[in-house]
């Protein structure tokens, strides 16, 4: 996608040819800056510390990761060490653990002269598929907003209300959620997107709100809670969202607040879609809402916010009383029933066990 008119990805190789180059996303919206990653402890902290974030680009952030601990010690014991310290960084998105199953059955075979090739190789891989595939569900999510457009008076948009961050910035390029959209606007259809700020991280206001301005597309930055509001009031056409974990039953896990989204879409009867690579499928779960870790994350992202004062400052800010307690879940699942459809490479699922076995048979009934 594009960054000041310059196409670009979310992670790639510095021209040294071994190191690896990310995207501060700690900063957004007041400063670009990139990141240079050097060893496997590097990718872990920049997974972490949310310096990158969103599903596909954590496990295309871990792939590398693997990469780079290959450069530095291919040995078994090495590859173990390097498989626990990315796996811990982040519980609830599932590509993690995806992209690094990929590696080690990739790499345990091989000798280890022959893993750094081959760990650069695949995480060069994996990036391009991630690529592919997001434009694929963006083909699929585009026929539902052309849909939606056939419908409206001429002149009159399609609304589209999206949670969090679920674009190029949350993957390698060209993002899930957002696929469909830029694919929309690019073929001229009349899209507007009401934008989440998505507290506490607010990665609606700086994330989303900031690409969809690079590209281009109409938007509003919105409260979190004005959803229901503007649902009530005709003013949605569909809620896109995307999701760090699917599991094998259509229960759809992301950031915190989704879960109210689509209780507010059902009572308004306005179809909410979920879009997701099929790496984002944890088929060894049948019932999210019990099943899928729900990480808690450190209070100062409740207490605090990065702003810009009146001066141009740059500034993190308290805004919470000293000494309230903080409590601060990440993510929350919203059930398969409140799912219109699940939007994936392979086609449009409904959110059923039964739908998604029938769309990856080669997965489904697998443990793990």
């Not at 091989?110 to 690529?131: F, G, Q, S, T």
């Not at 879960?259 to 779960?285: C, E, G, H, M, Q």
Request: charged content about 20%; glycine content about 8%; hydrophobic content about 40%.
């Amino acid at each position: 996608m594009n960054v000041n008119g310059v196409p670009m990805r979310t992670i790639w190789l510095n021209d040294d040819g071994w190191s690896v180059e990310i995207i501060d996303q700690t900063i957004f919206p007041f400063s670009f800056e990139t990141l240079t990653l050097r060893n496997v402890e590097d990718c872990a902290r920049a997974i972490a510390d949310m310096y990158v974030r969103g599903a596909p680009l954590i496990g295309a952030t871990a792939a590398y990761g693997m990469a780079l601990a290959m450069r530095d010690d291919s040995s078994d014991a090495a590859l173990a060490h390097a498989y626990e310290t990315l796996h811990a960084t982040r519980p609830t998105a599932i590509n993690l653990k995806w992209a690094l199953d990929r590696f080690k059955a990739v790499l345990t075979p091989l000798p280890a002269d022959e893993r750094m090739i081959n760990a650069y190789k695949h995480a060069a891989l994996l990036c391009d598929e991630d690529v592919a595939v997001n434009s694929t569900i963006g083909d699929y999510g585009l026929a539902l907003i052309n849909d939606i457009a056939k419908d409206k008076a001429p002149g009159t948009p399609v609304n589209i209300l999206t949670h969090c961050n679920a674009g190029w910035l949350a993957t390698v390029d060209w993002g899930t959620a957002t696929s469909p959209i830029y694919k929309a606007h690019d073929m001229g259809i009349n899209v507007h997107v009401w934008v989440d700020e998505t507290r506490p991280r607010n990665q609606g206001n700086s994330l989303t709100a900031w690409e969809l301005g690079q590209h281009g597309v109409a938007h509003h930055v919105i409260v979190d809670n004005a959803g229901g509001h503007l649902m009530q009031h005709g003013q949605v056409d569909m809620v896109l969202t995307g999701t760090d974990r699917t599991s094998a039953n259509g229960d759809v896990c992301n950031k915190i607040g989704t879960y109210l989204k689509a209780l507010a879409a059902r009572d308004n009867n306005i179809p909410f879609y979920v879009a997701l690579p099929s790496s984002t499928i944890d088929f060894s779960l049948h019932d999210g809402v019990a099943n899928i870790p729900i990480e808690e994350r450190s209070g100062t992202e409740v207490s605090h916010v990065l702003g810009r004062t009146a001066d141009g400052k740059v500034q993190t800010m308290q805004i919470t009383p000293d000494g309230s307690p903080l409590a601060n879940p990440a993510f929350d699942v919203t059930p398969a029933r409140l799912v219109s459809g699940l939007i994936t490479e392979r086609g449009i699922a409904a959110a059923t066990t039964e739908a998604l076995a029938a769309l990856f048979p080669e997965r489904a009934g697998k443990t793990s």
